[in-house]
C-alpha cells in the first residue's frame, strides 16, 4: 500500500495498518513566538489519536495547519502517502480532513437537517430547488449512524451543546471523512455527555475514521485514546500507546519537571475578608455569594458556559448587576463601571488578552499605564519621563521580557504580554487582582513565572481570584475553589480535599 | 532575538517618519509642478491667498475629525453642519442680532449638532457611518428650510473679519485659526492625556474600557469638538463668501476623509497623525485649485474627487495587507 513508502523511519510506536495522516516536521512562528517547532504526527486508520499539552503547547497551532487555517512555515504533510499542500480550509475538506472546533460552527436559526448540508444542500430538477425530503432522509441516516435520535427538523437553537455537537459530527461525516479532529470537545459538556460522545466515537473508528483527540483532560486521554502524542512549548515530547503509561508519566512529559516545581505553592498567611459578595445576580449566573481574603487565591472551577466569566465581568463593573451586593473592605460598592471598580483597587486580567486586555498595536509602557493615564503627571500633558520611568520599573521588577518600554505588544511572547496586563494593575495599586485563565496560550516557563508573581503578590497583602478550566493548576495553587455550574453555585472545596473527580462531578450539578 | 527586535522597531520608527515626510516632498514637488504648468496666476496673490482662506476651513474641519476617526468613529455630517450653519448665520444677522453674539449662537449650534451625532453614537450605539450620513441630510435640510432654499447676504464686521479679516494687516484670520487649531490639535493628540484616550480607544475600545477609560465619554467629546469646529469652519465660509445658504459645504466631507486618510489616518481608528493630515489636506487643495484655474470643468472635478477617495483608500488596504503578509 502506497502509505508503507512514508511509514519507514516514521513514528516506532505507529501501528502497521496504514498510516492515514503524517505531519512531518512542521514549524510555524508568529511575530515574538515559535509556536511550533519541528513538529511531527502520524495517524493510523482507524485510530484515536491524543494530542496532549496545556495551554500553549502548540495544539491548536497544529490542528489551524492541518485545518488549512494557517500556512506552515516549512515541513511536510501527507494523506494517504501522498505529499499534500494545504492552503485553504477548501484543500483539506476534500481531502477528508474534518475538524470540530470548541467554538461550534453552528447556525442557530436553522434546522438540523439545514446545518448538516449548509453550502451543499441537495438540490434536484432544472432549477436546483432544494430537496427537502432527501436531505432529511440522508440526515435520518447520518444521525443513525451515530446511533442518536435527533428530529432533521428541530431547530439548532432548541438544542443543547452536546446535540449541538453532535450535529456538527454529523456534518462532518456528511461527505467522506477520513481524519476527524475534535478540539476539546468535552469543555462543555457533562460527564453523561461525554459518554454518549465516546460512543459516537468509537463508532465511527469502528467504521475506519481516524480521530485526533485534543483535550488536557487526562481521565478521557485514557478512556477514549489509543495512543498519544504529548507537546510542550511548540515541541514533540513525544508519541507512547495509552496503555504503556499512566497520569503521572504524561503530567511529566507535558510540563517538562516534577509537579512540584510546575506548581510552586507556598503557604502565604491568610488574613481578613476584603472582598464579599452577598446573593449576587447578573446576566450569566444566580445568587452567588462568596468571602475573599487577604493573602488568598480564591479558584472558581467551571465548564464553558458555567457563569464564571460573567460572574469576574460582574465583579469588575463590567456586567450589569441585578441583585445581590459587593462590598470591599466591609464598605458596600456600586461597581456600575469598570472605572469605578478600578477606583476600588479592583484589577481584571481577562480571558483574552489580546481583544480584552491590550491595545496590541501600542508599545509596553502606553499598555502597562493604560488604566492610570491620569497620573502620568500634574498637568494635562503626558510626562514621557515618568511614563517610562513606570513602565521600566515594572519591565524589571516581574522580569517582562521586552527589547525595550516602546516595544509593541503584538511582539512579544504570550507570557510576556500577560505581564504587561498584570503590571498595568500592579501599576493601578489594585489590591484585588482577577485573573481569567491566567496561563492561557503562554509557554511552561511564563505559566511558572506567572504562579510565582501570583503568590508575590499575596505575600505582599493582595488577594486574588482566579478562574481556570486546567484542573492541575487550579488544585495547585488555589487556597480555595469554589465550582460553578449552570450559573450556580454548587460546591466549595479545600486545596487539599479537591481532586480532578470531585471537581468535574461538582461541575456538572 | 531581542536584538533582532530592535531593530525591527527602529525601521518602523522610521518608515512611519517617512510616511509625513513623503506627504511634505510630494506636496512640495506638486507644488513646484503646478507653479509651472500654471504659470504665472497658481503662483499669485491672487490665488493663492483665496487658495488659502479655502484651505483654512477644510483644515480646521479635518484637524479635528481626525481626532474623532483615530477614536474609531467617523464624522460625515460636518459638510451639512457648514451648510446649516452658514444659513443660521445669515438669518440671524438679517434679523439684526449683533454679530458677536451670531458667532456664539453659531458655534453653540455646533456643539448641539456634535451632541447630536454623539449621542447617536454613544447613547443609542448606532453606526457612526448611519448616524451621520443621516444628520447629514438633516442638517443640510434644515439649511434649505431656514433659508427657503435662497442665498442670503450675510454681512457684518465682526462676521467679515473672521473669513476676511487680517492679522497685523498681512495675516489672513482664517491662515491664524488654521495654525493655532493644528498646534492645539497637535499637542493634544501627541501629548496629553486625552490624546493617549483616543488612540487607546482607536486601537482596542474593549481593552480600553476594561481599563476603566470611559470610553463613551472621549467619543462623545469628541463628536461634540468636530460638531462645533464644523460650525468655525461654517462660519468662515460665509464671511468669505459673504453670503449664507444651504449649499455651502456640498460634498465638504469628501474632500476632509479623503485628506485625513491620505494623511496616514487607519480606517478602523489607532493611528494617525495630525501632521499628517494637514499634509493630506494641502495636497489636495492644491490639486483641486491647481484643476479649477486650469479650467477643467467642475464635473470632471467631481469625478477626480471620487477617484481620489477610492485611490487612497484601495492604498491604504493595499499596504495593510502588505503589512499583514510580512508578519
Same mark, same amino acid.
Given at each position: 500500500?502506497?502509505?508503507?513508502?512514508?511509514?519507514?523511519?516514521?513514528?516506532?510506536?505507529?501501528?502497521?495498518?496504514?498510516?492515514?495522516?503524517?505531519?512531518?516536521?512542521?514549524?510555524?512562528?508568529?511575530?515574538?513566538?515559535?509556536?511550533?517547532?519541528?513538529?511531527?504526527?502520524?495517524?493510523?486508520?482507524?485510530?484515536?489519536?491524543?494530542?496532549?499539552?496545556?495551554?500553549?503547547?502548540?495544539?491548536?497551532?497544529?490542528?489551524?495547519?492541518?485545518?488549512?487555517?494557517?500556512?506552515?512555515?516549512?515541513?511536510?504533510?501527507?494523506?494517504?502517502?501522498?505529499?499534500?499542500?494545504?492552503?485553504?480550509?477548501?484543500?483539506?475538506?476534500?481531502?477528508?480532513?474534518?475538524?470540530?472546533?470548541?467554538?461550534?460552527?453552528?447556525?442557530?436559526?436553522?434546522?438540523?437537517?439545514?446545518?448538516?448540508?449548509?453550502?451543499?444542500?441537495?438540490?434536484?430538477?432544472?432549477?436546483?430547488?432544494?430537496?427537502?425530503?432527501?436531505?432529511?432522509?440522508?440526515?435520518?441516516?447520518?444521525?443513525?449512524?451515530?446511533?442518536?435520535?435527533?428530529?432533521?427538523?428541530?431547530?439548532?437553537?432548541?438544542?443543547?451543546?452536546?446535540?449541538?455537537?453532535?450535529?456538527?459530527?454529523?456534518?462532518?461525516? &456528511?461527505?467522506?471523512?477520513?481524519?476527524?479532529?475534535?478540539?476539546?470537545?468535552?469543555?462543555?459538556?457533562?460527564?453523561?455527555?461525554?459518554?454518549?460522545?465516546?460512543?459516537?466515537?468509537?463508532?465511527?473508528?469502528?467504521?475506519?475514521?481516524?480521530?485526533?483527540?485534543?483535550?488536557?483532560?487526562?481521565?478521557?486521554?485514557?478512556?477514549?485514546?489509543?495512543?498519544?502524542?504529548?507537546?510542550?512549548?511548540?515541541?514533540?515530547?513525544?508519541?507512547?500507546?495509552?496503555?504503556?503509561?499512566?497520569?503521572?508519566?504524561?503530567?511529566?512529559?507535558?510540563?517538562?519537571?516534577?509537579?512540584?516545581?510546575?506548581?510552586?505553592?507556598?503557604?502565604?498567611?491568610?488574613?481578613?475578608?476584603?472582598?464579599?459578595?452577598?446573593?449576587?445576580?447578573?446576566?450569566?449566573?444566580?445568587?452567588?455569594?462568596?468571602?475573599?481574603?487577604?493573602?488568598?487565591?480564591?479558584?472558581?472551577?467551571?465548564?464553558?458556559?458555567?457563569?464564571?466569566?460573567?460572574?469576574?465581568?460582574?465583579?469588575?463593573?463590567?456586567?450589569?448587576?441585578?441583585?445581590?451586593?459587593?462590598?470591599?473592605?466591609?464598605?458596600?460598592?456600586?461597581?456600575?463601571?469598570?472605572?469605578?471598580?478600578?477606583?476600588?483597587?479592583?484589577?481584571?486580567?481577562?480571558?483574552?488578552?489580546?481583544?480584552?486586555?491590550?491595545?496590541?498595536?501600542?508599545?509596553?509602557?502606553?499598555?502597562?499605564?493604560?488604566?492610570?493615564?491620569?497620573?502620568?503627571?500634574?498637568?494635562?500633558?503626558?510626562?514621557?519621563?515618568?511614563?517610562?520611568?513606570?513602565?521600566?520599573?515594572?519591565?524589571?521588577?516581574?522580569?517582562?521580557?521586552?527589547?525595550?518600554?516602546?516595544?509593541?505588544?503584538?511582539?512579544?511572547?504570550?507570557?510576556?504580554?500577560?505581564?504587561?496586563?498584570?503590571?498595568?494593575?500592579?501599576?493601578?495599586?489594585?489590591?484585588?487582582?482577577?485573573?481569567?485563565?491566567?496561563?492561557?496560550?503562554?509557554?511552561?516557563?511564563?505559566?511558572?513565572?506567572?504562579?510565582?508573581?501570583?503568590?508575590?503578590?499575596?505575600?505582599?497583602?493582595?488577594?486574588?481570584?482566579?478562574? &481556570?478550566?486546567?484542573?492541575?493548576?487550579?488544585?495547585?495553587?488555589?487556597?480555595?475553589?469554589?465550582?460553578?455550574?449552570?450559573?450556580?453555585?454548587?460546591?466549595?472545596?479545600?486545596?487539599?480535599?479537591?481532586?480532578?473527580?470531585?471537581?468535574?462531578?461538582?461541575?456538572?450539578? | 532575538?531581542?536584538?533582532?527586535?530592535?531593530?525591527?522597531?527602529?525601521?518602523?520608527?522610521?518608515?512611519?517618519?517617512?510616511?509625513?515626510?513623503?506627504?511634505?516632498?510630494?506636496?512640495?514637488?506638486?507644488?513646484?509642478?503646478?507653479?509651472?504648468?500654471?504659470?504665472?496666476?497658481?503662483?499669485?496673490?491672487? =490665488?493663492?491667498?483665496?487658495?488659502? =482662506?479655502?484651505?483654512?476651513?477644510?483644515?480646521?474641519?479635518?484637524?479635528?475629525?481626525?481626532?474623532?476617526?483615530?477614536?474609531?468613529?467617523?464624522?460625515?455630517?460636518?459638510?451639512?453642519?457648514?451648510?446649516?450653519?452658514?444659513?443660521?448665520?445669515?438669518?440671524?444677522?438679517?434679523?439684526?442680532?449683533?454679530?458677536?453674539?451670531?458667532?456664539?449662537?453659531?458655534?453653540?449650534?455646533?456643539?448641539?449638532?456634535?451632541?447630536?451625532?454623539?449621542?447617536?453614537?454613544?447613547?443609542?450605539?448606532?453606526?457612526?457611518?448611519?448616524?451621520?450620513?443621516?444628520?447629514?441630510?438633516?442638517?443640510?435640510?434644515?439649511?434649505?428650510?431656514?433659508? =427657503?432654499?435662497?442665498?442670503?447676504?450675510?454681512?457684518?464686521?465682526?462676521?467679515?473679519?473672521?473669513?476676511?479679516?487680517?492679522?497685523?494687516?498681512?495675516?489672513?484670520?482664517?491662515?491664524?485659526?488654521?495654525?493655532?487649531?493644528?498646534?492645539?490639535?497637535?499637542?493634544?493628540?501627541?501629548?496629553?492625556?486625552?490624546?493617549?484616550?483616543?488612540?487607546?480607544?482607536?486601537?482596542?475600545?474593549?481593552?480600553?474600557?476594561?481599563?476603566?477609560? =470611559?470610553?463613551?465619554?472621549?467619543?462623545?467629546?469628541?463628536?461634540?469638538?468636530?460638531?462645533?469646529?464644523?460650525?468655525?469652519?461654517?462660519?468662515?465660509?460665509?464671511?468669505?463668501?459673504?453670503?449664507?445658504?444651504?449649499?455651502?459645504?456640498?460634498?465638504?466631507?469628501?474632500?476632509?476623509?479623503?485628506?485625513?486618510?491620505?494623511?496616514?489616518?487607519?480606517?478602523?481608528?489607532?493611528?494617525?497623525?495630525?501632521?499628517?493630515?494637514?499634509?493630506?489636506?494641502?495636497?489636495?487643495?492644491?490639486?483641486?485649485?491647481?484643476?479649477?484655474?486650469?479650467?477643467?470643468?467642475?464635473?470632471?472635478?467631481?469625478?477626480?474627487?471620487?477617484?481620489?477617495?477610492?485611490?487612497?483608500?484601495?492604498?491604504?488596504?493595499?499596504?495593510?495587507?502588505?503589512?499583514?503578509?510580512?508578519?
Amino acid at each position: 500500500m502506497a502509505s508503507s513508502i512514508y511509514y519507514k523511519g516514521g513514528d516506532i510506536l505507529s501501528d502497521n495498518n496504514g498510516v492515514v495522516l503524517r505531519m512531518e516536521n512542521i514549524t510555524k512562528t508568529f511575530p515574538g513566538v515559535v509556536a511550533l517547532d519541528n513538529v511531527s504526527i502520524d495517524l493510523n486508520k482507524g485510530e484515536v489519536l491524543g494530542i496532549l499539552g496545556e495551554n500553549g503547547a502548540g495544539k491548536s497551532t497544529l490542528i489551524k495547519i492541518l485545518a488549512g487555517n494557517y500556512i506552515k512555515d516549512s515541513g511536510n504533510i501527507f494523506v494517504d502517502g501522498h505529499k499534500f499542500e494545504i492552503k485553504g480550509p477548501a484543500e483539506a475538506v476534500a481531502s477528508g480532513i474534518r475538524v470540530i472546533y470548541q467554538e461550534l460552527n453552528t447556525i442557530n436559526n436553522l434546522t438540523v437537517a439545514e446545518n448538516i448540508f449548509i453550502g451543499e444542500q441537495i438540490v434536484k430538477g432544472p432549477f436546483k430547488v432544494v430537496d427537502w425530503k432527501t436531505m432529511t432522509k440522508r440526515s435520518f441516516e447520518l444521525l443513525d449512524i451515530l446511533n442518536v435520535k435527533l428530529d432533521p427538523n428541530a431547530i439548532l437553537g432548541d438544542l443543547t451543546v452536546s446535540e449541538k455537537q453532535i450535529v456538527e459530527i454529523a456534518k462532518a461525516i &456528511s461527505k467522506e471523512a477520513k481524519i476527524l479532529v475534535m478540539d476539546e470537545p468535552t469543555a462543555a459538556l457533562s460527564e453523561e455527555e461525554t459518554q454518549s460522545l465516546f460512543k459516537i466515537i468509537r463508532t465511527l473508528k469502528s467504521k475506519g475514521v481516524s480521530v485526533i483527540y485534543i483535550s488536557h483532560r487526562l481521565k478521557e486521554i485514557f478512556e477514549i485514546t489509543d495512543r498519544v502524542t504529548v507537546l510542550r512549548d511548540g515541541k514533540k515530547v513525544g508519541s507512547i500507546k495509552t496503555v504503556d503509561t499512566d497520569e503521572n508519566k504524561l503530567v511529566e512529559m507535558m510540563v517538562g519537571r516534577d509537579i512540584k516545581d510546575m506548581y510552586p505553592k507556598r503557604e502565604v498567611k491568610i488574613g481578613d475578608v476584603v472582598m464579599e459578595v452577598k446573593n449576587l445576580k447578573a446576566d450569566g449566573f444566580n445568587d452567588i455569594s462568596f468571602k475573599l481574603r487577604k493573602g488568598e487565591i480564591l479558584g472558581i472551577f467551571g465548564l464553558l458556559g458555567s457563569g464564571r466569566t460573567s460572574l469576574v465581568k460582574a465583579l469588575f463593573g463590567a456586567n450589569r448587576i441585578k441583585a445581590g451586593e459587593i462590598s470591599v473592605n466591609s464598605k458596600k460598592v456600586n461597581l456600575k463601571s469598570p472605572g469605578i471598580a478600578k477606583d476600588e483597587k479592583i484589577g481584571l486580567v481577562p480571558l483574552d488578552r489580546k481583544t480584552e486586555g491590550l491595545a496590541l498595536m501600542m508599545g509596553v509602557k502606553e499598555n502597562i499605564t493604560l488604566a492610570n493615564i491620569g497620573d502620568l503627571g500634574k498637568s494635562f500633558l503626558i510626562s514621557k519621563v515618568q511614563e517610562r520611568k513606570k513602565a521600566g520599573k515594572w519591565v524589571e521588577e516581574i522580569g517582562i521580557r521586552t527589547p525595550g518600554v516602546d516595544q509593541e505588544v503584538n511582539s512579544l511572547s504570550g507570557g510576556n504580554q500577560q505581564k504587561v496586563v498584570l503590571a498595568k494593575w500592579l501599576e493601578s495599586g489594585s489590591q484585588i487582582i482577577i485573573l481569567n485563565e491566567p496561563t492561557r496560550g503562554i509557554d511552561v516557563g511564563a505559566k511558572i513565572e506567572i504562579y510565582k508573581l501570583m503568590q508575590d503578590l499575596c505575600e505582599r497583602g493582595s488577594s486574588i481570584i482566579m478562574i &481556570s478550566s486546567e484542573l492541575l493548576e487550579i488544585m495547585s495553587i488555589a487556597d480555595r475553589i469554589i465550582v460553578m455550574s449552570k450559573g450556580r453555585f454548587t460546591d466549595e472545596y479545600a486545596r487539599k480535599e479537591a481532586s480532578e473527580e470531585k471537581l468535574l462531578h461538582s461541575a456538572c450539578l | 532575538m531581542a536584538e533582532i527586535k530592535a531593530v525591527e522597531v527602529s525601521q518602523k520608527k522610521k518608515s512611519r517618519l517617512n510616511n509625513t515626510a513623503t506627504l511634505f516632498i510630494i506636496l512640495v514637488a506638486m507644488f513646484g509642478i503646478f507653479s509651472y504648468v500654471g504659470r504665472p496666476f497658481f503662483f499669485s496673490r491672487l =490665488n493663492i491667498i483665496p487658495m488659502l =482662506n479655502n484651505l483654512s476651513f477644510i483644515g480646521i474641519i479635518a484637524a479635528v475629525l481626525t481626532m474623532v476617526m483615530v477614536s474609531g468613529e467617523i464624522d460625515f455630517s460636518v459638510g451639512g453642519n457648514v451648510g446649516l450653519t452658514a444659513c443660521l448665520v445669515a438669518l440671524l444677522l438679517d434679523k439684526g442680532l449683533p454679530g458677536w453674539l451670531v458667532v456664539i449662537i453659531a458655534l453653540a449650534g455646533g456643539l448641539v449638532m456634535g451632541a447630536f451625532n454623539g449621542m447617536l453614537v454613544t447613547v443609542i450605539g448606532v453606526n457612526s457611518i448611519m448616524a451621520t450620513i443621516g444628520t447629514m441630510f438633516i442638517w443640510r435640510g434644515i439649511g434649505y428650510t431656514l433659508s =427657503n432654499g435662497e442665498s442670503m447676504l450675510a454681512i457684518n464686521p465682526v462676521i467679515d473679519f473672521i473669513g476676511r479679516g487680517f492679522i497685523f494687516k498681512v495675516i489672513p484670520f482664517p491662515i491664524v485659526l488654521l495654525v493655532l487649531i493644528f498646534v492645539l490639535t497637535y499637542v493634544i493628540m501627541s501629548h496629553s492625556k486625552w490624546g493617549r484616550r483616543v488612540y487607546a480607544i482607536g486601537a482596542n475600545p474593549l481593552a480600553s474600557y476594561l481599563s476603566g477609560i =470611559n470610553v463613551k465619554k472621549v467619543k462623545f467629546i469628541g463628536f461634540l469638538l468636530c460638531g462645533m469646529t464644523a460650525a468655525l469652519g461654517g462660519l468662515i465660509l460665509t464671511s468669505l463668501s459673504a453670503v449664507g445658504m444651504p449649499q455651502h459645504g456640498q460634498g465638504l466631507e469628501l474632500v476632509i476623509v479623503s485628506s485625513i486618510i491620505l494623511g496616514g489616518t487607519a480606517l478602523g481608528g489607532g493611528k494617525g497623525q495630525i501632521l499628517g493630515t494637514l499634509a493630506g489636506v494641502l495636497i489636495l487643495s492644491i490639486l483641486y485649485n491647481f484643476l479649477t484655474i486650469m479650467n477643467v470643468y467642475y464635473f470632471y472635478i467631481q469625478i477626480v474627487q471620487g477617484s481620489v477617495l477610492i485611490l487612497v483608500v484601495s492604498t491604504y488596504e493595499i499596504r495593510q495587507a502588505m503589512a499583514r503578509r510580512r508578519t
